[in-house]
C-alpha cells in the first residue's frame, strides 16, 4: 500500500456499504471481499461489499420496489439535511452493491422465493438494470435488513486513494438461504473471517486492509453475535466520520475523532484513535492489542 499525499478538491462521490455478518462456529464473522488487482481503488484490498450510488438506485420504478416509505428511511440515517430520495437511493445503492458483488439479493418474491433469486441472477448476469431484474421477479426490497452504522467521508488528503468518498455503512444479518461469492470480476476472492481473524491476519501480513475496514473491524471485535452488533447500531445515531490526516517525522498519521489532533474532541468508534503508517502498513500506536480491544 502506498501513500498519498495529493490534494483532493472535488466533492466526494456518495457510496454505500453492506458490512454483512453471520454468527459461525467460532463466533461472529464478517464477509470481506479481495478487489481486484487492476481497480484504480484499493486494488488487491480486502473491502465489504459496496460502491458508489448511481443516478438510477433513485428511480421510481426503482423506489416503488422498497419495503419501506421514503420519510421512514431518511429518518433512519439521521441525516436531517439529505432529501428523502437520495436516503432512500442510499439503501437501494447498498442492496445493489451487495447483489452484484457478493451475489447476495435481500429481497421478497411474489413467487416461489428460491426461483426468483435464481432468475434475479440470470437477469443481471445478462446486464439489465437492477429496476429491469426487480420488476421481472416481482421483488420487494428488504431495506429493513440493513441497519445504518456509520458515516465516513475521505479527507481532503486522502491517505490510499486519489479519490473522495462519502460512504454510508450499513450493517446487515446474511440471510441462512443463500451464498455469498465474489462476482471474479470487481473481487476475486471472498471469505467469511471473525473481527478478530482478519485483524490478525492483516498483522500477518496475509491479508491488506484500508484503514476504515481495520477501523470498522476493530470496532466489531466488541460484539459476540450478529443480532447484539445490529442491535447496538439500531440504539444510536451513526456517527459521522471525518478522519484527519498529518505527517509526523516523515510518517502519515490518519487521526479520528476523541484523539488530541483532530479537530472534534468527542469518540465517534471504539479503538485506537489514531493509525500511523509504518512496516509498510496501517497500524495503531499500541500495535495489534489496540485493535483487538
Known sequence: ??????????????????????????????????????????????????????????????????????????????????????????????????????NVLFAQAQVEHTQALVQARERLGQGLPFAQVLQGGALTLQTESLVPWSRWITPRVPSVTNKRFDTRFFLAHAPSDQIASHDNHETTESAWLNPRQALMMYWDGQIELAPPQIMSLSHLTRYDSAASAMASARERTPPLIQPEPFDQDGMRVICYPGDERHSRKERALPGPTRLQFRNKRFEPLGGLDDLLG
Not at 466533492?11 to 467460532?26: C, F, H, K, N, W
Open 1 to 102: 500500500m502506498q501513500i498519498n499525499s495529493t490534494v483532493v478538491d472535488t466533492p466526494p462521490l456518495d457510496s454505500a456499504t453492506v458490512v454483512m455478518l453471520r454468527d459461525g462456529a467460532q463466533g461472529m464473522e464478517v464477509l470481506l471481499l479481495k478487489r481486484s488487482a487492476a481497480s484504480a481503488v484499493l486494488g488487491g484490498a480486502f473491502v465489504f461489499p459496496g460502491g458508489k450510488l448511481d443516478a438510477a438506485d433513485a428511480h421510481p420504478e426503482v423506489l416503488q420496489h422498497l419495503d419501506r416509505p421514503l420519510p421512514a428511511l431518511h429518518a433512519r440515517l439521521g441525516e436531517a439535511d439529505l432529501p428523502e430520495g437520495k436516503a432512500a437511493s442510499l439503501f437501494v445503492a447498498a442492496l445493489r452493491e451487495a447483489f452484484e458483488e457478493s
